[in-house]
Every structure is written in C-alpha cells, then in structure tokens.
C-alpha cells in the first residue's frame, strides 16, 4: 500500500470512529466463560457488526485485589458506539487468587471470544487486548508469553494487537508496593513481560502518565525497548501532568490523545490486515 493511500485509510478509519459515535449499541452481561464464579464477561455489541468488525477485550485494574468489569463500562459504550465489540471479562483477585491465577483466567476470556465470536463464514475476527493497570500487566502476558493462550488451545496469533495503559509490566508490585502474597517469589522468573517478546509478536501501544506515582517510567521503557530489539511495532505516548488514573479517563473520551492514539492503533493494523 503506497504512502498516500495508506494516510487516507487511517484518516478515514478515525473519522469512522468520530461519526459512529452517536450510534446505538447493546450489552450482553454475565456470560459464562469458564466454571468459577469470577469467569464471566460483558460484551458491548454496535449497532451493525460485519464480517470484519475487530474485537477489543478490555481488563480492569485494581492492584490484583479488587475491582471489576463493571470499570470497563465507559469504555464498551464509547468503542462500541465507534462500531467495535468491546468485551470486558471479571478475573480472580487476591487474597483469593495469586500469580498466574489471574493471567490464566484472562487467557481463558480470550480463547472463549476467539472461539465464539467468528464471523459469518465462521472465520476468527481481529482481536485486540488491552487493559489498565493491572489489567495491563495481565493482557501483557497473554499477548506475549505464548504459554497462557497454549494452555487453553488458542493460538498466539490469535491476538492482533496490545493496548497498555499505566501497566506494571515488571511484574511482582500491587498499586506500587511489592505483594509478596500476590506475587509469590517462586514464580519470579515469569513476572517480567520483556522476557517474553520476540519477532513473532503483535504490535503494542504503550502509554503513560508523567505524574504516574504507582508505576515506574522503566516499565514502559523496558517492554518498548524489547519490542523494539525484536522488531516489532512499538508506539509510545507519555502523556504530561497525568496521573496514573489520568490515562483511563482519556481512553473514555473521543478526542483526548491517549483515544486518538488507540484510533490510529485500532485504525492501522485494521487497515494492514485488509
């Protein structure tokens, strides 16, 4: 694709994103995705969904030991009034859940969507994962250590691009203080989601806050940095004055940059997969 056409396809992609905004959406709640209690998700539906309609599963934070999808709310309506179906899944938390519980809780909300929403020719549609906080840490590890999607018969390529917000890819903190209880030392060795990156990965959009006081600037740093020695796809945006909650506010909000960036995101790999 030349240069030219490619910028008219990403502009046309956003302007999409900007004029479907007012359009109707709807909600499935509470569907089962696994035998725990916890395994269940939303899903936010447009208005028109079409065999290349992309998928955008979406984890919540809360320092591994609360929170749940009912956080992602703002974000299903807003995406899936853009026309893209917005799924938001619950995970265990701690006390009652500690590494990897939650990452392989989460692998299992992604092999269920990759297995149940096909398109008509019952073919696997894009999916995009990303989430906030902890729940970026999370969506990290799927994306990127293969073992999880492995462990439950869905493939790596499964997955089509990561979305980063504030994640404290280094793994082993809970809200900024080593979690011991959480993060128990013998697993170690499989906290950091560097380790993991290599040629065959999807592309990230990693983003954070200067005023970030949870996450240290390192750990955007560092998995960009592995991104980028494997050649991957890297797209980084700090954002100035924002604070660690600053950035899940803006992802809400068409118009602000960190949602023009997951646009262009969205927009491009969409348009490199056509």
């Keep these: 694709m030349k240069l030219n056409q490619y910028i008219c396809a990403i502009f046309m ?3 999409g994103y900007a004029h479907a905004e007012n359009t109707p959406y ?4 509470d569907i089962r995705f696994g035998n725990l ?4 998700l939303d899903i936010y539906w447009p208005e028109a969904v079409k ?4 998928v955008l599963i979406f984890f919540y934070g809360g320092g591994f030991s609360h929170g749940d999808k009912s956080q992602i709310r703002r974000i299903g309506e807003s995406f899936s009034k853009a026309g893209i179906i917005v799924v938001a899944p619950n995970y265990r938390l701690h006390p009652e859940a500690s590494f ?3 990452v392989k809780d989460a692998a299992l909300a992604v092999s269920y969507v990759w297995q149940n929403l ?6 696997p549609r894009p999916i995009y994962i990303g989430g906030w906080s902890a729940g970026a840490y999370i969506a990290a590890l799927i994306s990127y250590d293969g073992r999880y999607l492995e462990e439950v018969d869905t493939p790596a390529n499964a997955i089509a691009g990561f ?6 890819y280094e793994g082993g903190l809970c809200a900024g203080e080593t979690c011991p209880h959480t993060f128990p030392e013998s697993t170690a060795p499989d906290w950091p989601v560097a380790r993991f990156v290599d040629t065959t990965e ?14 240290e600037k390192s750990n955007l740093e560092d998995l960009a940095a592995s991104g980028n020695s494997a050649g991957i796809a890297v797209t980084t945006l700090v954002i100035e004055d924002a604070f660690h909650d600053d950035v899940l506010s803006e992802i809400e909000q068409p118009g602000t940059s960190v949602r023009e960036a997951v646009d262009v995101f969205l927009g491009s790999a969409l348009v490199g997969e056509e």
């Design 51 to 54: 065999s290349g309609t992309a």
């Design 13 to 15: 992609a956003i302007s």
């Design 163 to 168: 979305i980063g917000l504030a994640g404290p």
């Design 202 to 215: 999807p592309p990230m959009l990693l983003v954070r806050g200067t005023h970030d006081l949870f996450v």
């Design 37 to 40: 209690p916890q395994h269940v």
């Design 26 to 29: 709807s909600v499935e709640k």
């Design 118 to 123: 096909r398109d008509e020719a019952t073919l």
């Design 100 to 102: 990897p519980d939650f």
